[in-house]
Antibody, heavy 117, light 108 residues
């Protein structure tokens, strides 16, 4: 069974960047398609984008286009999400999830990002 | 962008009662809809995809129905562990995914 383990909490200053990792273990393929989802405190879920490591393809939500970059290292089955130009509105929990096209069926534990001066 | 609207925002239900949650799409998403459950401090969990197909390990008291623009998630007899927030999500507009705003099911 695939498990997704994310990197730990981060604190950043406004205007800076953050890069979060998501490592997949177990199951096949070794490098599944991964989507990233943001959840601000007390708010709902926002899809940010995905990477399909098999093809090296990325898709981004229009809201985050130009500010987010999703990459993957197939050799370590790890996906990364970098978000730039952080503001206080980016204070949130960021989740990675296995994207099987019709749903996000396995989720990481979430990474808290706090943006504060 | 397809907008997903869930109602009500909060649903107060007694244990053992039925809960009916609604999700509406701004345009047809056919049957390309999933439902998730999220408990406080936890990641979301997939409940249903294809509008009506339960994910692995999901109890039969959870059922989904609908197609096009109107969808329903029904929990036939609420258990204590079912009090949570529920989200719908469309994937008809792939590669874009969009979530509804969520419905909180609370104890009455």
């Amino acid at each position: 069974q695939v498990q997704l383990v994310q990197s730990g909490a981060e604190v950043r200053k406004p205007g800076s960047s953050v890069k979060i990792s998501c490592k997949a273990s177990g199951g096949t393929p070794n490098s599944p398609t991964i989507s990233w989802v943001r959840q601000a405190p007390g708010q709902g879920l926002e899809w940010m984008g995905r990477i399909i490591p098999m093809f090296g393809t990325t898709n981004y939500a229009q809201k985050f286009q130009g500010r987010v970059t999703i990459t993957a290292d197939k050799s370590t089955s790890t996906a990364y999400m970098e978000l730039r130009s952080l503001t206080s509105d980016d204070t949130a929990v960021f989740y990675c999830a296995r994207d099987v096209h019709w749903a996000l069926d396995i989720w990481g534990q979430g990474t808290v990002v706090i943006v504060s001066s | 962008e397809i907008v997903m609207t869930q109602s009500p925002a909060t649903l107060s239900v007694s244990p053992g009662e039925r809960a009916t949650l609604s999700c509406r799409a701004s345009q047809s998403v056919r049957s390309n809809l999933a439902w998730y459950q999220q408990k406080p401090g936890q990641a979301p969990r997939l409940l249903i995809d294809g509008a009506s197909t339960r994910a692995t390990g999901i109890p039969a008291r959870f059922s989904g129905s609908g197609s096009g623009t109107e969808f329903t998630l029904t929990i036939s007899s609420l258990q204590s562990e079912d009090f949570a927030v529920y989200y719908c999500q469309q994937y008809n507009d792939w590669p874009q995914l969009t979530f509804g705003g969520g419905t909180k099911v609370e104890i009455k």
